[in-house]
């Protein structure tokens, strides 16, 4: 087969610009992909032809304050995750996405279960890479952040690790990963995300949905009821070296899934960036298994 193009477009929703990524003809099954902290649609550039090629229809958006969407300032937009749903499930909306599968990952695994608690019945798979829906996710490394979200003071903000600034950026990708697995990682991707990032105001808007994150824990009990109730197909992968959301939490699903599909790779946060050659695979098998 061709190899597939992928188009770079924009889109208006609620008076912001949403930039876009898609390949693949939109009358095939549709998979919209969510991306995580604190990259973009640019980390599905490998995963967007892959997936046309396989005959799928695939769309990555940039949330507002993320890649090339518009970055408003915290004066007149409110940078927490209900409002990141609104606006996704707006763009749903506008593309005409009447089913499709969802591929989430980190800050994308919940806003992508907020978008489909509002469409239930246009979701046909779930994809999770690395996304959190239970509270074993939020392991040791987060106690600061609840002690945070539960007392918001000076001491506590003070207790926080650095993380929104250029080496935050590039640990976001390589804290926990084994030495040998380092040169797999293109700089490129943390020096985009940061210079993305280091532009007037946004690390404050970036701290202010860190800060909404808090919110999401009491959907948590929501989206395992999603689950339940749905039995969705779900394919769950992971990296056991993720030193952001604990590999606790992906045997957490078949809870509520029983037929969940797991596997634990050899890798960290950002997988899909050290192991496509693994990922890609185990992904285009069980559309190919479960989209009819």
């Known amino acids: 087969m061709q190899p597939q193009k992928v188009f770079h477009r924009t889109i208006p929703i609620n008076g912001l610009d949403i930039f876009y990524r898609e390949a693949g003809d939109p009358v095939h099954p549709a998979i919209l992909l969510m991306h995580g902290f604190p990259s973009s649609s640019h980390m599905f ?17 940039d949330f507002p304050g993320f890649g090339y969407s518009t970055y408003p300032t915290t004066d007149g937009f409110a940078y927490t995750f209900e409002n990141f749903a609104h606006i ?11 089913n499709f599968a969802l591929y989430l990952h980190d800050y994308g695994s919940t806003i992508g279960m907020r978008v489909a608690l509002q469409h239930p019945e246009k979701i046909s798979a779930l ?4 996304g959190n829906s239970y509270e074993e996710g939020l392991g040791k490394e987060w106690d600061t952040a609840k002690a945070y979200w539960d007392s918001p003071t000076a001491a506590n903000k003070a207790q926080l690790p650095e993380w929104l600034n250029a080496e935050g950026t590039r640990q976001q990708y ?7 697995q380092l040169p797999l990682f293109s700089p490129d991707n943390w020096a985009l995300d940061w210079a ?33 109730r749905t039995q969705l197909p779900a394919l769950v992968i ?35 960036e050290s192991h ?8 285009l098998d069980f559309l190919r298994r479960e989209l009819k």
């Open 127 to 130: 994809i999770f890479q690395d």
């Open 276 to 283: 496509f050659e693994e990922i890609s695979p185990l992904v």
């Open 45 to 61: 550039r490998r995963l967007l032809p892959a997936l046309a090629q396989a005959g799928y229809y695939a769309i990555a958006p």
């Open 196 to 228: 993305l990032m280091d532009r007037p105001g946004h690390v404050e808007a970036q701290f202010a949905l860190f800060e909404d994150y808090r919110d999401n824990r009491k959907f948590f009990p929501l989206f395992q009821e999603f689950f339940r």
């Open 174 to 180: 390589v804290a926990g990963v084994p030495e040998a």
């Open 88 to 98: 996704l499930s707006s763009f749903v909306e506008q593309m005409q996405l009447r």
């Open 238 to 272: 992971w990296g056991k070296y993720d030193a952001y959301f604990s590999v606790a939490e992906a045997s957490c699903y078949t809870r509520d899934l029983p037929h969940a599909e797991v596997h634990i790779l050899d890798a960290g946060h950002k997988a899909l």
